[in-house]
């Protein structure tokens, strides 16, 4: 199965057709013949004449069995008109030998006038043995003359693909456009000039969601980009839509565009949470930018981001930004930030499928039943210690909601910018079916976690469970899963007839970790063998016979203070909880 995606590099020496200087390309993967479909070509005459632009020929899976009139001509006329071809060839992730790929070069040089190739299923790992695969590959390139060299892994790769090089050009997207919103570029893209990248978003249908996604790649440093259709043997419906849009932006024409997911969101913190207002625009550069707060302009906020160090009751009001350029002048959606009033509750909950624990205990979250066959999610509880954070839900309808169908993602940093999307909370944590996984940079796995202590229960299908996550979990190289006192989730039932979020709504939940309460001393005493214990004040009375293990603490059942106690250990230890 093809995936072809379609990247170039702007070089000096890249050829005459695209020696001039651009913030943004359109790279086509051309895969329809200009025998059969000549439109498609002559639209890509035209774009060539307005925007960089790249097509990938590919007469049948490579070269071709023969050098034909068709594509001559056609490369020809693209070339006049401004643009540049590259030739496809397959890689196999590194497994096709490369007297076969060497071969497709060596017929492309000799039967067109190609200005590179574009080496599809590339790998993407940190394998030595693909690097060198690929090495040579651009040596080979390289030694017939200064030809682009660009790479489809059509995902995240590794950045020895780049600074080795292998390749010119790195295709680190292709995809279903409903991914592409999610989806963010691992962080070192950011040290390389965007012409070094390209990303590829398909399935789209209308232009609206065609600018969107011409806007995320620019935002996301790609400088080549195609939004397109269901297929690449065809050219969208809106191509000049998204020509005229990428030309306005080169030419500095393009007024401040504002586009979701990068407008700010309302959002809830306690006092002294730190918080941020983020945007990003799509529009010629350079781009200026204002915050207010109601009608007042804020001092010194002159940047993309706004942030609250420390929330105050002073800071309650609505956000906006004001950006513009030499084109023109927008606002962002204008964001509320208010105080949390979710429920924060310091309690030690035993994972034993029983709830007395929870008693008292008003939801955090809501929601009326749904149609859908996903799990019915009603009420959520939450409550922590020092050392766990607990979650108790309902169910409209009993199931087991432990399978591969059902996450529990944590914002664990505050910052809803950082990890995977997730209805917009920024994961660093996801729980499935009892196992912890690491997300950032907008990665849905991105490794394991150790320490996550998760237990339970009930184990089977149900309409109420309670689970506990250690608040001591850390990522492999050691460093704390949980790094903020405020945390975000959301739980999310992956169904056949959609995704169910729970809460809904965007930025999930918001909890702040309870501090323990201040408790009243111990008084113990002991005389005649009998230890009488008292204290003041609310609390459970729990007992060990070691200190070396927390998990050896139990309830001492059914006291009240004064108590008194026959010991049945050599020694004893007592403490109250709350």
Same mark, same amino acid.
């Given at each position: ?89 397959y890689t196999s992730q590194g497994a096709r030998p490369l007297t076969e790929v060497e071969s497709d070069v060596d017929t492309y040089l000799s039967w067109y006038n190609v200005d590179g190739f574009f080496f599809d299923e590339m790998a993407s790992d940190a394998n030595t043995t693909n690097y060198d695969y690929y090495q040579s ?96 043997? =065809?050219? %969208? /419906? ?11 932006? !080169?030419?500095?024409? $393009? +007024? #401040? ?83 949390? =009033?979710? %429920? /924060? ?11 007395? !624990?929870?008693?008292? $205990? +008003? #939801? ?83 490794? =394991? ?14 309409? !109420? ?114």
């Amino acid at each position: 199965m093809k995936i072809k995606v379609f990247e170039a590099l702007l070089v000096l020496a890249l050829t005459a057709a695209i020696a001039r200087s651009a913030s943004l390309g359109i790279m086509v993967p051309a895969y329809f013949s200009p025998d059969l479909q000549p439109e498609y070509w002559s639209e890509l005459d035209f774009g060539a004449s307005q925007v960089p632009l790249i097509a990938i020929m590919d007469s049948n899976n490579g070269p071709g069995t023969s050098k034909t009139t068709g594509y001559v001509n056609a490369l020809l006329q693209l070339h006049q008109a401004g643009g540049a071809v590259i030739g496809y060839i397959y890689t196999s992730q590194g497994a096709r030998p490369l007297t076969e790929v060497e071969s497709d070069v060596d017929t492309y040089l000799s039967w067109y006038n190609v200005d590179g190739f574009f080496f599809d299923e590339m790998a993407s790992d940190a394998n030595t043995t693909n690097y060198d695969y690929y090495q040579s590959i651009y040596e080979y390139v390289k030694s017939k003359g200064n030809y682009i060299v660009a790479g489809n892994s059509g995902m995240n790769t590794q950045e020895s693909y780049i600074s080795l090089p292998t390749v010119d050009i790195a295709m680190i997207f292709e995809g279903y456009s409903t991914n592409y919103t999610d989806w963010l570029p691992s962080t070192w893209v950011n040290d390389y000039p965007p012409t070094r990248f390209a990303n590829l978003p398909h399935f789209v249908t209308d232009a609206t969601t065609m600018t969107n996604d011409v806007y995320l790649a620019a935002n996301r440093n790609a400088g080549w980009v195609f939004v397109t259709g269901a297929t690449y043997d =065809t050219m %969208p /419906s809106y191509w000049t839509n998204e020509v005229d849009l990428i030309q306005a932006f !080169d030419n500095e024409s $393009l +007024p #401040p565009l504002m586009i979701d997911p990068t407008q700010p969101t309302n959002q809830m913190a306690a006092i002294g949470d730190s918080v941020t207002f983020q945007t990003s625009i799509f529009g010629s550069t350079p781009l200026f930018y204002r915050w207010f707060c109601g009608t007042n302009a804020i001092l010194n906020a002159t940047n993309p981001s706004y942030t609250i160090s420390s929330f105050q009751f002073t800071n309650i009001g609505s956000y906006y930004a004001q950006i513009s350029n030499i084109a023109g002048i927008t606002n962002s959606r204008v964001a509320s930030l208010t105080i949390s =009033t979710n %429920p /924060s509750t310091y309690r030690h909950i035993i994972i034993d499928g029983s709830f007395d !624990d929870w008693v008292g $205990l +008003p #939801p955090a979250a809501s929601q009326a039943q749904l149609t859908n066959d996903a799990i019915q999610f009603k009420d959520l509880y939450l409550a922590n210690d020092d050392d766990y954070l607990y979650l108790r839900f309902d169910l409209y309808v009993p199931s087991n909601p432990f399978t591969s169908h059902q996450n529990i993602f944590i914002n664990t940093d505050g910052n809803k910018l950082t990890g995977y999307g997730a209805n917009g909370i920024g994961s660093e944590l996801l729980i499935q079916g009892g196992n912890g996984y690491r997300e950032t940079n907008g990665v849905f796995n991105a490794g =394991t976690v150790d320490g996550l202590n998760w237990q339970a229960s009930p184990s089977a299908a149900a309409d !109420d469970f309670e689970v506990r996550i250690s608040r001591h979990t850390t990522y492999t190289n050691g460093l704390p899963v949980f790094t903020n006192r405020a945390i975000s989730l959301v739980l999310e039932s992956a169904e056949s007839s959609g995704n169910e979020w729970f809460p809904g709504t965007s930025g999930g939940l918001t909890y702040n970790f309870a501090s323990a309460p201040a408790l009243e001393p111990l008084f113990i005493n002991f005389s005649n063998n009998v230890i009488t214990v008292s204290w003041n004040g609310p609390g459970t009375l729990q007992s060990s016979d070691s200190l070396t293990n927390s998990q050896d603490w139990t309830n001492v059942p059914n006291v009240t203070s004064p108590c008194d106690i026959i010991p049945s250990e050599a020694q004893q230890y007592y403490r109250l909880i709350q």
